[in-house]
């Protein structure tokens, strides 16, 4: 949500003081804030007896912000302030009466703070829901509310008290008046169009009569084909100006007719609910006693108004935890879809034969307009009412929306329905873009639903995917429909980054925020929260450049793929330059981007997202707006072209495991780097790669040879990584499964193996030792080198090997044709001299494993060079 994170309250009277028991008065700041410490100025401050800043008054478990109005005050545990939901039993809260006040104006003083501790003055509880907490709150929540599972009933109600006979009854009449109402719209039109029209042939026919009258006054009648040129043109202009005229004209009639369609609907929805409560007070009329009836009527009374407009009381995820408990509703209704009505009343009682509760209901109702491609129904004004197109007629004409029709159908149902108007961040809206007149103007609705109101979009709920459908023939790449979760039952502090209504009661928040925050809220896409990604800290939607870069981390619940285009404002910018400039790199449950811009401008920085990583197919989740500020001096160099760091889904599946690099940005300078993997299988086989990527030209042939496998332990893998060269190295890890047949590594689908981990390093001093590192081969496991550390020996000289090999039987090294045995000299090690001769070539350490057998297995590999001038000799 926007106000996620807390802003940090710096005070220039002293520093944030951690302590507890110790505290001494005069050390602390003035006027401090009760949950940051800081200083608390007039301008910001809230007073209970103690003191916060506006933006530290928040509920202790989930960072809501908080009002005077809806605060709780724990006494009882840890004195603090919570929101409705994470309140404890015993509290005082300003919504009932006085005691919250008391509560807090007798709060602890200063010194008696919680236990839990705010550091670096910054209060960050951490935001995370406590599932089972919140689904406890809510059961206990509902059965508070007499266990009544609708506001005016279940299908099984509707039918006792005769509502649905009485709901035909009342179609008819106000079809009816529906039906008058577009006879008076064609009408209409066709009277002031007939009038446009005529008014035109009149402008018309005086010019043509003025161009003649011109003509004969300048004596050119003779030339009777410059009248015709004139003539024609003058046509051509009244055609372009009737086409202009009658454009504007129906626009403006489509907008009064929607304003009267929309007042008919807000009529007969009232009327709607209004039977439905007297049917009730009618059937519980006969079955109680007056004074129960007086009762019942006044109750009836206050069912059938509007309920005020307050916040939600639960989260959407407290409701239902995800779309799949509604299953069985969604079955039924795709069942119902594929039927034609010509009735409402017919249409709502199939759709809510099953449910249950009232947003079982609104389920029904949303998924039945979803489903149904609208813009698909062939609608002739001559189109009789009583027809299944009729039913929906306003959809096509323009008059009605989809917004129209959820609210209709929701008050056959017995539900409560606003339809809401204000602004939305959609389609064409860029980062920053301003926001006034008529321009991104937008509706949506708010159904009322276990006693709070909740934002549904059926609109966006409806989305245009183009992609495969479940029927992979011919039309696997065609648009089709498909609903998104998003926009049922969408939390307030998701909702306000894409709406912002025009009354601040809608936006459905504690702290309604101003159209100007609104606007810096970054442009957030329903992909974000149905992948569940948050932003691990507030930003705005236009970020600035600091020394080169923006960074911009995501929280992620698990390993997605992601996306990324990145896009100059000034078009000369050619797109080769922009490549390499967004570096991705996924740490623990953290997606964090690193955007280098090229030069100083302005940019536009998107971000897709997908869970399925064989689908080509990204969804767009967030869009910023980039400033690059800096000089030419500060500009960062390009990154390697690699989709991301970090990570696969891949190393999962080997159950593979980080324990010493988590973060695959390793920072180089001078020293070698090691890298500690966890093993949990040992029938993988592991490779690497090793790539630089400049900036500087070099004759290194092979930079593989600066990778070590320093140990291979069964349950662990160490790399030793070495920098010959200042810039920037990709260090890749590869794997593929043995095949337990032939004890050979397998191939993926693709002849290529699994990518399990990428690593970035950026040498900025490259090693001391620029040398190459020996070559470790499949067998290398539960070894160690001692010595010599390096991969290149020099030839002519007498070198030494020492090397740990527990597991060996007897080691030995190949040298061209000559074979050199070592000696074991104590603790598995073996040591050996061996002449390199006077030619350059491979040397080839061995193994024997196994006792029974006279195989040796390869353990490491040497190159022998010529020109090297160091000893080596023992």
Request: proline share 5%.
């Amino acid at each position: 949500m926007y106000h996620s994170k807390l802003d940090d309250h710096g005070s220039s009277d002293g520093d944030s003081d951690e302590g507890g028991d110790d505290y001494e008065p005069r050390s602390q700041p003035l006027d401090p804030c009760y949950r940051c410490k800081n200083r608390v100025y007039p301008v910001e401050r809230i007073d209970l007896g103690v003191l916060f800043h506006r933006r530290c008054f928040r509920c202790r478990t989930c960072g809501l912000q908080l009002t005077l109005r809806t605060f709780q005050w724990d006494q009882e545990n840890e004195p603090d302030v919570y929101c409705r939901v994470h309140a404890p039993k015993l509290v005082g809260s300003l919504d009932h009466d006085a005691v919250g006040i008391k509560s807090a104006l007798n709060a602890p003083k200063w010194g008696t703070a919680p236990n839990e501790q705010i550091r670096g003055s910054v209060y960050n509880p951490g935001w995370q829901y406590d599932a089972n907490a919140l689904e406890f709150a809510h059961q206990r929540g509902l059965s508070n509310q007499k266990k009544q599972r609708t506001s005016f009933g279940t299908y099984k109600d509707f039918e006792e008290y005769g509502i649905f006979d009485a709901q035909t009854e009342l179609e008819r009449q106000q079809k009816q008046e529906e039906d008058l109402l577009y006879k008076h719209f064609l009408e209409e039109r066709e009277k002031r169009i007939h009038r446009l029209e005529s008014e035109l042939e009149t402008e018309k026919d005086k010019s043509v009569q003025e161009l003649i009258a011109g003509f004969e006054h300048l004596k050119n009648l003779k030339d009777k084909s410059s009248l015709e040129k004139e003539t024609k043109k003058l046509e051509m202009l009244f055609r372009r100006k009737k086409e202009e005229r009658l454009k504007r004209l129906i626009e403006r009639l489509t907008s009064e007719e929607k304003d009267r369609v929309t007042q008919m609907i807000q009529k007969h929805c009232q009327e709607m609910l209004d039977m439905i409560a007297d049917r009730i007070t009618v059937k519980e009329a006969t079955t109680e006693s007056d004074a129960c009836d007086k009762e019942s009527e006044t109750a009836v009374s206050a069912q059938t108004k509007t309920p005020s407009i307050s916040p939600p009381e639960f989260k959407r995820c407290q409701l239902f935890k995800s779309p799949e408990v509604f299953e069985n509703i969604d079955k039924h209704v795709f069942e119902v879809a594929k039927k034609d009505y010509n009735k409402f009343t017919a249409l709502v009682k199939d759709l809510i034969v099953y449910c249950e509760t009232d947003l079982e209901k609104a389920r029904a109702i949303f998924r039945w307009i979803t489903v149904k491609d609208l813009n698909q129904l062939e609608v002739d004004e001559g189109v009789n009412p009583e027809s299944p197109l009729g039913l929906l007629r306003g959809i096509k004409y323009g008059t009605e929306s989809y917004h129209d029709l959820f609210k209709r159908l929701c008050s056959y149902a017995g539900l409560f329905c606003e339809v809401i108007q204000g602004y939305s961040k959609g389609a064409g809206y860029k980062p920053g873009m301003r926001i006034e007149g008529n321009k991104f103007r937008n509706s949506w609705t708010a159904v009322f639903v276990d006693g709070s109101w909740y934002f549904a979009n059926c609109n966006w709920g409806a989305r245009h995917v183009k992609g495969q459908t479940a029927n992979r023939g011919q039309d696997a790449n065609k648009f089709f429909y498909k609903c998104d979760e998003f926009y049922f039952i969408t939390d307030p502090e998701d909702h306000i980054y894409q709406h912002y209504p025009d009354d601040p009661k809608w936006q459905l928040l504690e702290c309604p925020i101003t159209l100007t925050e609104f606007i810096t809220l970054p442009v957030v896409k329903s992909p974000f929260f149905n992948y569940g990604l948050r932003f691990a800290v507030h930003y705005d939607c236009i970020q600035y450049t600091q020394n080169g870069v923006v960074v911009l981390q995501l929280k992620i619940p698990s390993l997605l793929g992601f996306g990324y285009t990145f896009d100059a404002k000034d078009k000369s910018l050619s797109s080769s330059r922009l490549e390499g400039r967004v570096m991705l790199r996924i740490v623990n449950h953290n997606a964090i981007f690193t955007v280098a811009p090229p030069k100083a401008g302005r940019y536009f920085f998107s971000i897709y997202a997908k869970d399925d990583w064989a689908s080509d197919s990204l969804q767009c989740a967030c869009v910023f707006r980039i400033k690059c500020v800096e000089k030419r001096d500060a500009i960062k160099s390009p990154y390697p072209k690699v989709p991301f760091f970090g990570p696969t889904p891949a190393m999962s599946q080997y159950e593979l495991l980080p324990e010493t690099h988590i973060d695959p940005l390793i920072m180089y300078s001078h020293d070698d780097v090691v890298c500690r993997f966890k093993l949990q299988k040992m029938d993988i086989h592991l490779f690497y790669t090793f790539k630089y990527h400049g900036p500087w030209e070099n004759d290194i042939s092979d930079f593989q040879r600066f990778i070590f496998v320093k140990s291979r332990e069964r349950d662990s893998i160490t790399y030793q990584i070495r920098c010959p060269l200042q810039g920037k190295y990709v260090f890749s890890i590869l794997g593929s499964k043995i095949d337990s047949a032939n004890g050979n590594p397998e191939e993926n689908k693709n002849g290529n193996h699994d990518c399990l981990f990428r690593y970035l390093l950026e040498c900025r001093q490259p090693a001391r030792d620029k040398r190459p590192l020996p070559r470790a081969c499949h067998r290398w496991l539960n070894s160690t080198l001692l010595e010599p550390s390096i991969g290149d020996i020099p030839a002519d000289k007498s070198v030494t090997f020492r090397v740990r090999a527990p597991q060996a039987a007897d080691v030995a090294m190949l040298l061209g044709d000559s074979w050199f045995h070592f000696k074991e000299i104590a603790d598995s090690i073996w040591e050996g001299t061996v002449y390199t001769g006077t030619s350059s070539g491979k040397a080839k350490l061995y193994a024997k494993l196994d006792k029974k057998k006279s195989r040796f297995s390869p353990l490491l590999e040497f190159q022998i060079r010529l020109g090297q001038g160091e000893n080596y000799s023992k």
